[in-house]
Every structure is written in C-alpha cells, then in structure tokens.
C-alpha cells in the first residue's frame, strides 16, 4: 500500500527565504505527482504536476522536482512571502487496479508560515 | 467562472439523522471523487464516479453513500451519521482520470461536518 509522508509538519520561516518542502513515497510506480496548496476554509489548489518521466516542473517562483527511483518530490519556493502562507499538499497517482480507476494517495501536508 | 460548488459550508447534526451533502460542477467533468481530511491521516478518498451512473468505493466508503444520476452532480449521502464522521469533507472533479495527462483536480471549498 502507498505511503505518502511530507516532513516537516510545520514550518516558519522570514519574508524573503528560499525553503524546500520534503514528499516521499514508498511505491516508486507512479503516473505522476503533484503538489497543492490548502489556504484556510477553502479547497485544495493544483501547483504543478510532474509526470513520472519527467525530473522537475516550474511554475513562477516554485520549483517542483521528482525523483521517482527514490521516491522523493520536493517543492522549492523561491524568495517566499507572506502571502505564500497555507498547507502545502503532495499527492501521487497510482496506476489503477484491474477495473477502477487510477487512485490519488494524499501526503498530511505541511503546514508553511512566512513572517514579515 | 469554473468551479465546483458544495452544500452545506458547515453542518452539526446529530448522531442517525440522514444528512446529504450536494456537490455540483459546471465544468462538464467526467470524474467526480469526495474525500474527507482528518489531523493526522491526510485526505482520504470515499467514493469516485468516472461518469453517470458509475461509481466505486474509494479507501473509507463505509457509512457513506454517493449517487451519480446527472454528469454535473454527485451528492454524499450519510444514511445514519456517527461521531466519527466528523470531518472535513471536499468534492473534486477532474475531466478524466486525475493526474492523467493535462487532468488536474478542481476541489470545492469544504464541508465541515460535525456529528454530536
């Protein structure tokens, strides 16, 4: 069964700050991964997803990468801001079992804070 | 504007009184999926619906009914809610399998149910 498991639970760091978020997975046969952003009282907001032939994904200041043979993601935030506050998700995409379809497995998140 | 739409935000019933939650997408979306989130255990799929009148039992699917009669729609339907259905509930649709190519996840905001 696939385990997701994002270190550190929580994170504060100064305005300004480059800082890496940690994702490992267990089963290393995956479709893709992709990681979200969970703001308070709202839903759960795609970043980027990298496919599993792919080695990183770029989307403004966040960088995402895969290794899949190790089974590790991370998500680097460039020159972090306040508003970059909120839950940070990963979550991979299994190949599906005979008859059903492929399967999303959730990491708890971690949980960033940017202070002025 | 894009989105999917669920209903009740917030809810506290008590524990055997029938309660449905709605989702509704206006996205045209094939894929339909509900997830509770609980501290520590991360979002964890309930039940899925590839199209109308197809649905499968994700990894929690007990207590927990879904209906898919309209492509728009896939309400969660708690028959006999218990305590340990308190959680925070979002419905997802995606326009294939999630994660599948270009097939990322739109979440609704959030249903915070609580079972008294």
């Known amino acids: 069964k696939q385990e997701v498991t994002q270190i550190p639970a929580a994170l504060s760091v100064p305005e300004g700050e480059n800082l890496v978020l940690n994702c490992s997975f267990t089963?290393?046969?995956?479709?893709?991964l992709q990681w979200f952003r969970q703001d308070p009282g709202k839903g759960l907001t795609s970043l980027l997803l990298?496919?599993?032939?792919?080695r990183e994904q770029t989307s403004g200041r966040l960088n995402a990468s895969l290794d899949k043979s190790s089974g590790r993601s991370t998500l680097y935030i460039a020159a972090s801001q306040p508003g970059d506050s909120a839950t940070y998700l990963c979550?991979?995409?299994?190949?599906?079992?005979?008859?059903?379809?492929?399967?999303?497995?959730f990491g708890t998140g971690t949980r960033l804070q940017v202070t002025l | 504007e894009a989105q999917v739409t669920q209903n009740p935000r917030y809810l506290i019933t008590v524990t055997g009184k029938k309660l449905t939650v709605t989702c509704s997408q206006n996205?045209?979306?094939?894929?339909m999926s509900w997830y509770r989130q609980d501290p520590g255990l991360g979002l964890r799929q309930i039940y899925y619906?590839?199209?109308?009148?197809?649905?499968d039992k994700g990894d929690v699917p007990e207590g927990y009914k879904v209906s898919r009669k309209e492509k728009r729609n896939f309400p969660l339907i708690l028959e006999s809610p218990s305590p340990n259905q308190t959680s925070l509930y979002f419905c997802?649709?995606?326009?294939?399998?999630?994660?599948?190519?270009?097939?990322?996840?739109?979440f609704g905001a959030g249903s915070r149910l609580t079972v008294l």
């Open positions: 997802a649709s995606s326009l294939g399998w999630p994660g599948s190519g270009a097939n990322v996840l739109t």
């Open positions: 089963d290393s046969a995956i479709y893709n």
């Open positions: 990298i496919q599993s032939s792919q």
């Open positions: 979550a991979v995409n299994e190949p599906p079992n005979t008859g059903t379809a492929s399967k999303l497995t």
């Open positions: 996205m045209n979306h094939e894929y």
């Open positions: 619906s590839m199209n109308v009148e197809v649905t």
